[in-house]
């Protein structure tokens, strides 16, 4: 999971909210709420029921993996909704990321868990070993622990057999459960207690061997006790294994691959796997005896080989080796630190990257780069939470060390660590950049039929720079897009989508390309979304996925459109231009529209929000280029979706404040709807006009002449109006009109008596004019300051500057000159 950081001028997003012209409900995207339940056996139909909100007019089920189809569709009412599943018998297990589809949006990502074995409904009440199920093995339970619950669940065992329980909580993906698993042995004593683990972070697992005949009682329970009666858990039981690691934890697409397995009471078995397709495709579920894991193992699977520690002698190969390669080993006792020797280029960029706590290890490493003699040359400790990423330049092609240890020198049979060693190659990834941390805003496509929707999509570039492409080469059909491409020194752009009139109402997950030029070599990368699905307090992500595909959909038309005029001039750096956004409506759509520009350029703002009202057609927009803007062409695009009534409107209908339209005969309601104008360029140049005001001296109660000398590099309005802006209070100056070429502007200061003195440095010029009958404006001579003091008191030197009250002493003490003196 990686998380992106998101520049403000991307705050400013709306819900994929759309309205439907038939009817008189208030329809809105999809949204989902709670899954019950949250998991279902693969080879099966089963059903779930979906909580939220704007599910009555769903039609389809987005799934971004292959097994799970939806069958049927039940409307309870708009906040619920019953879909029948199909799971093929190659379902794979684990995790399936799907989006809802209706006729006005796409919901949030949601997960559905996949197991091997039936997901049945805990059976109430559990609360005591003595009504607690005994169970039918290998079996998983699907409960909820409410505040203080504990649910209890019996297991038959002799002495010598295995007893393996695991919970998956936080996994559904569903809130932030955090359980507790104890087990209890037949004389009611606790033999397990297990609350997070390394390998699943706050879901517990125990796998162990029974030492008495008789009934285990596994308990399970909120560890905190703040779970609510919609806090889910599947609870999965039996012998199978349940390993808390892998040995090595990765390896090479193709090969038969022999690996070690540790159980949690520190058995160690071994097993041959096939690193195949299928195995990337399912994921690594560890068999033993014909039974497997019930979730899978996290394991690496990559295109290059192993060097790998022996488990049983601590032997590390002598040999050097080639890159790319990776490195498995074990910091068997405390302090141990494991030395391995590869050969590297003069000039080669490697990253050397360290998997151990990702993969469930103890393991907090620090990776570092030696000479054969001894020397370090660069090192790593934490990059990836735990986990090193050590970047390093070869300086010279030969032999090199690479050291591998634990940053607290622990060290033990499962202190475990895999390290990547890759030359680094350009590469490049696509992916909607979220407004906010910890949210899914804007990761979806939603266009109204008809009508524009903007995206803003940016390139992930590494090891190169230089501009990018982005392409779109699916979409549904009748949608057409518009892309800029990236710049050099940029990441991101607005992507325009258009959908046509006649476009079928649909939608569906679609690639998205990227690709750019590193010198001779071009780079080419896919969609790489991180989606945030679990988070907790203090801005901490707890589960989150990455999807490789883009949900796009067509929905209902909207009863509007906007359009941005092209600008009619330059915006000028430290200047404001105004803009004109138009709307076009539909018969009996008399609502306001909020107006927003989610996508300025650096160092330029305006308004969080411009109206056009219920009773025009267009509305201005006033952005200002601060001095730090630089002269370039940007893309601007505005957003707008229906404003609300305030309640006192007599036309604000039966629900004051709900967004409506009058359509067929009637006012009917509507949701918000988010739509785009199209892309145009807005170019920010030098202003064609500078001047500077310096230091004025004005005394209370006086007057002071103020010329300011200007400058002109290029054609300006034939008529402008000059204020001074910024200055201190009770002070004023009357506006100049200016008609025709001017060299200076002059001011007539004036300062009420009782003016305060002081010194006041936000004094500037405004210089405001109209080309093709649309406003602009030029600000003079910034950072100049007044100076107010008392009456009496302004005197000036021989230099024409004032004086200070020091220096005016001074004079004083001076003796009066007289003739032949």
């Known amino acids: 999971m990686t998380l992106q950081h998101t520049p403000r001028f991307l705050t400013v997003w709306f819900p994929a909210l759309v309205m439907l012209l038939s009817g008189t409900a208030l329809l809105a995207a999809p949204t989902i709420e709670r899954i019950t339940p949250a998991a279902g056996q693969v080879g099966t139909t089963f059903e779930i029921q979906i909580v939220g909100s704007g599910l009555a007019d769903v039609e389809e089920v987005l799934f971004y993996r292959a097994g799970l189809k939806a069958v049927e569709f039940k409307a309870t009412e708009d906040d619920g909704l019953v879909i029948r599943l199909e799971a093929a018998a190659d379902c794979p297990r684990g995790d399936q990321p799907f989006r809802l589809r209706s006729r006005t949006g796409l919901s949030e990502l949601k997960i559905l868990r996949m197991a091997a074995t039936p997901v049945r409904a805990e059976a109430e009440p559990n609360n005591e070993p003595v009504t607690g199920p005994l169970v039918d093995e290998p079996a998983s339970y699907l409960g909820t622990l409410p505040g203080l619950d504990v649910d209890c669940y019996r297991l038959s065992r002799k002495a010598g057999e295995r007893l393996s329980v695991e919970v998956e909580a936080l996994r559904l993906g569903q809130g932030l459960l955090d359980t507790v698993l104890r087990v209890r042995d037949p004389n009611g004593a606790i033999v397990a207690s297990v609350d997070d683990t390394l390998l699943f972070g706050q879901d517990p697992f125990v796998s162990l061997i029974a030492e008495l005949d008789g009934e285990y009682v596994i308990e399970v329970a909120s560890s905190d006790g703040e779970g609510t009666s919609e806090s889910q858990y599947v609870i999965h039981l039996g012998s199978f294994p349940r390993p808390q690691s892998v040995f090595p934890s990765g390896g090479p697409l193709g090969e038969l691959l022999e690996v070690a397995f540790q159980e949690t009471d520190g058995e160690v078995w071994t097993s041959r796997i096939s690193v195949t397709d299928e195995l990337a495709r399912t994921g690594l579920f560890p068999s033993r005896n014909g039974v497997a894991a019930p979730t899978a193992q996290p394991f690496r699977i990559v295109s290059f080989g192993n060097v790998v520690e022996n488990r049983q002698t601590g032997e590390i190969p002598a040999n050097a080796v080639r890159l790319p390669i990776a490195f498995n080993g ?149 949608v057409t897009t518009v892309v800029n491409p990236v710049p050099e020194d940029g990441y991101l752009v607005p992507v325009l989508f258009e959908a046509g009139s006649t476009a079928a109402i649909g939608g569906g997950l679609f690639p998205v390309i990227a690709h750019g030029t590193a010198g001779s070599t071009t780079v080419t990368g896919g969609f790489q979304q991180p989606v945030d699905l679990v988070a907790g307090s203090a801005d901490q992500l707890y589960l989150g996925t990455t999807v490789e595909r883009l949900a796009v959909a067509v929905v209902d038309d909207v009863p509007y459109q906007i359009d941005l005029d092209v600008p009619h001039c330059e915006l000028p750096i430290d200047g404001e231009l105004t803009l004109t956004v138009r709307a076009t409506r539909q018969d009996g759509f008399d609502r306001p529209i909020d107006v927003t520009f989610p996508h300025l350029p650096p160092w330029t703002d305006g308004p969080e929000k411009v109206t056009i009202p219920h009773n025009a057609d267009s509305t201005t927009f006033v952005v200002r280029a601060h001095p730090q803007a630089a002269a370039r062409e940007w893309p601007l695009v505005a957003v707008g979706r229906p404003g609300l009534r305030p309640a006192s409107d007599p036309n604000s209908g039966a629900a004051a404040g709900v967004p409506s339209f009058r359509g067929r005969g009637s006012r009917r309601q509507m949701s918000s709807a988010p739509v785009a104008t199209e892309i145009v360029p807005l170019t920010i140049a030098k202003a064609p006009v500078a001047g500077e005001i310096g230091e004025v001296y004005l005394e209370a109660g006086g007057t002071m002449v103020v010329n300011i000398p200007v400058t002109t590099s290029g054609p300006l309005p034939q008529r402008l109006t000059a204020t001074l802006e910024g200055l201190p209070s009770r002070v004023v100056a009357d506006a100049v009109e200016i008609d025709g070429p001017f060299a200076s502007i002059q001011f007539r200061l004036r300062a009420e008596a009782d003016v305060p003195p002081g010194r006041t440095t936000t004094v500037v010029c405004r210089l405001a004019g109209d080309v093709s009958g649309r406003p602009v404006a030029y600000l003079l001579g910034r950072g100049a300051a007044v100076t107010v003091v008392p009456k009496g008191e302004l005197q000036f030197g021989p230099d024409g500057r004032p004086l200070s009250p020091l220096d005016r002493l001074r004079l004083a003490d001076q003796p009066v000159a007289t003739p032949g003196t």
């Open 330 to 478: 074990i910091l068997e006792a405390p302090g141990d630190v494991d030395q391995f020797r590869f050969i590297a280029e003069e000039g080669d960029v490697v990253e050397f990257e360290s998997w151990t706590a990702r993969l469930g290890s103890p393991v907090d490493s620090i990776v570092t780069v030696l000479t054969t003699g001894g020397q370090a040359l660069a090192r790593n400790d934490d990059a990836a939470a735990l986990d090193s990423i050590l970047r390093w330049t070869c300086p010279a092609t030969g032999e090199y060390l690479l050291q591998v240890e634990d940053k607290r020198g622990i060290g033990g049979a499962d202190a475990l660590y895999r390290v990547e060693g890759q030359l680094k190659r350009p590469e490049i990834a696509t992916f909607l950049p979220r407004p906010d941390r910890l949210t899914q805003v804007g990761q979806t496509i939603v266009v109204p039929r008809g009508n524009r929707s903007v995206a803003f999509v940016a390139v992930r570039r590494g090891d190169w720079t230089g501009p990018a492409e982005i392409v779109f080469p699916e979409l549904p059909g009748a």
